[in-house]
Nanobody
């Protein structure tokens, strides 16, 4: 059974940076497309970014384009989300998820495995 664990969240000032990690156990991530999602209080879970199983294709939600970068390290069975120039609107619980497919889509309904989430708070 594939298990995902996120880490790297925390409190950061506007304009700051964080790098989230999604570490997998139980199976190799190489056959999964991986997505990052976030959920703010009172809002639905939304897609932020995703990366194909090969790592050659990525997608970003419009509000994070140019600020966030998704990447994967097969040797470490880990996917990262580098978040720069953070703004208060980025505050949310961030989740990584895996889909047994090659290409990724930023839709939560396509993903089969989820981590428990990590809190990101952007505030001065």
């Amino acid at each position: 059974q594939l298990q995902l664990v996120e880490s790297g969240g925390g409190l950061v000032q506007p304009g700051g940076s964080l790098r989230l990690s999604c570490v997998a156990s139980g199976y190799t991530l190489d056959v999964y497309a991986i997505g990052w999602f976030r959920q703010a209080p009172g809002k639905e879970r939304e897609g932020v970014s995703c990366i194909s199983s090969s790592g050659r294709s990525t997608h970003y939600e419009d509000s994070v384009k140019g600020r966030f970068t998704i990447s994967r390290d097969s040797a470490k069975n880990t996917v990262y989300l580098q978040m720069n120039r953070l703004i208060p609107e980025d505050t949310a619980i961030y989740y990584c998820a895996a889909a047994a497919r090659a290409m990724c889509v930023i839709s939560r309904y396509e993903y089969d495995y989820w981590g428990q989430g990590t809190q990101v708070t952007v505030s001065s």
